[in-house]
């Protein structure tokens, strides 16, 4: 997506969820100083993102357990590349695995995210306003280098991909690196907050704010896929319907590799 025409739909969120672009523009500074001199490179990421015909990439919904272990079963993560938003990264540790790329605003667990990155994980950690004390705090812990992103206009080595939260924010990442196959998975954004979105229990408030979010997160996927290219499908293990996604199981999954 064009960044201008990104610039004006991060304009708009700000306003329905009453954000400060002047803090996500310092966020984005502080994340770009941070990271100066040691900042992965885009064609890392884009290498990486194109070893495989697929890239399947998963959310922190209420689904990805049952969604894991299905591709596990039927895919394979020697078999595609493999994308976690954020807390899906902890679903994938909990059974020994490791995403090849994360996306996160590093609210996923300092454990599991130190762990993913030491373990070879590629990291791409994204700035706004809310999280420059856990960006003063991880970005240190981490043992190779990170790409950074922010939802303002660039700063530095960072990156504006678009997208808003991690798991829309990957999906658009893939597609401006030129991604042709991918495929969702515990992507659920009209149900519940899954166990993995936070690494502690959310009050009332912040579970309403974290759906209205996740709705964004739906609106700017469908918006995408108006105008993408790639073909997109969803294998989440939900009823809800992402438009411009073709809904498909796990077998369907592997007949795409396949063919």
Same mark, same amino acid.
């Given at each position: *997506?064009?960044?201008?025409?990104?610039?004006?739909?991060?304009?708009?969120?700000?306003?329905? !969820?009453?954000?400060?672009?002047?803090?996500?523009?310092?966020?984005?500074?502080?994340?770009?100083?941070?990271?100066?001199?040691?900042?992965?490179?885009?064609?890392?990421?884009?290498?990486? !993102?194109?070893?495989?015909?697929?890239?399947?990439?998963?959310?922190?919904?209420?689904? !990805?357990?049952?969604?894991?272990?299905?591709?596990?079963?039927?895919?394979?993560?020697?078999?595609?590349?493999?994308?976690?938003?954020?807390?899906?990264?902890?679903?994938?540790?909990?059974?020994?695995?490791?995403?090849?790329?994360?996306?996160?605003?590093?609210?996923?667990?300092?454990?599991? !995210?130190?762990?993913?990155?030491?373990?070879?994980?590629?990291?791409?950690?994204?700035?706004?306003?809310?999280?420059?004390?856990?960006?003063?705090?991880?970005?240190? *812990?981490?043992?190779?280098?990170?790409?950074?992103?922010?939802?303002?206009?660039?700063?530095?080595?960072?990156?504006?991909?678009?997208?808003?939260?991690?798991?829309?924010?990957?999906?658009?990442?893939?597609?401006?690196?030129?991604?042709?196959?991918?495929?969702?998975?515990?992507?659920?954004?009209?149900?519940?907050?899954?166990?993995?979105?936070?690494?502690?229990?959310?009050?009332?408030?912040?579970?309403?704010?974290?759906?209205?979010?996740?709705?964004?997160?739906?609106?700017?996927?469908?918006?995408?896929?108006?105008?993408?290219?790639?073909?997109?499908?969803?294998?989440?293990?939900?009823?809800?319907?992402?438009?411009?996604?073709?809904?498909?199981?796990?077998?369907?999954?592997?007949?795409?590799?396949?063919?």
């Amino acid at each position: *997506m064009e960044l201008s025409k990104w610039l004006k739909i991060y304009g708009e969120i700000c306003r329905e !969820l009453e954000l400060v672009p002047e803090k996500d523009r310092q966020a984005a500074e502080l994340l770009s100083d941070m990271i100066a001199g040691k900042c992965l490179r885009r064609d890392v990421l884009s290498r990486a !993102l194109s070893s495989s015909p697929v890239v399947v990439v998963f959310g922190a919904g209420p689904s !990805l357990q049952q969604d894991l272990a299905q591709f596990s079963k039927h895919v394979g993560v020697e078999n595609v590349v493999t994308v976690a938003a954020d807390g899906a990264s902890k679903a994938f540790t909990e059974i020994g695995l490791t995403p090849h790329v994360v996306f996160t605003d590093l609210d996923g667990g300092d454990e599991t !995210l130190t762990q993913v990155n030491r373990n070879g994980a590629l990291l791409v950690v994204h700035a706004h306003g809310d999280n420059m004390d856990r960006l003063r705090r991880l970005v240190p *812990m981490f043992k190779n280098p990170v790409l950074g992103t922010t939802q303002t206009e660039p700063v530095g080595c960072l990156e504006n991909f678009g997208g808003f939260t991690d798991g829309d924010r990957a999906v658009y990442a893939c597609l401006e690196l030129g991604v042709e196959r991918i495929v969702l998975a515990g992507m659920d954004f009209t149900g519940e907050v899954g166990p993995y979105s936070k690494p502690y229990p959310l009050n009332q408030a912040e579970i309403v704010r974290k759906k209205r979010k996740l709705l964004i997160g739906k609106r700017l996927l469908e918006l995408l896929a108006r105008e993408a290219s790639a073909e997109l499908y969803d294998a989440s293990a939900s009823y809800s319907r992402i438009e411009g996604f073709r809904k498909l199981d796990w077998e369907g999954v592997r007949r795409i590799i396949q063919r």
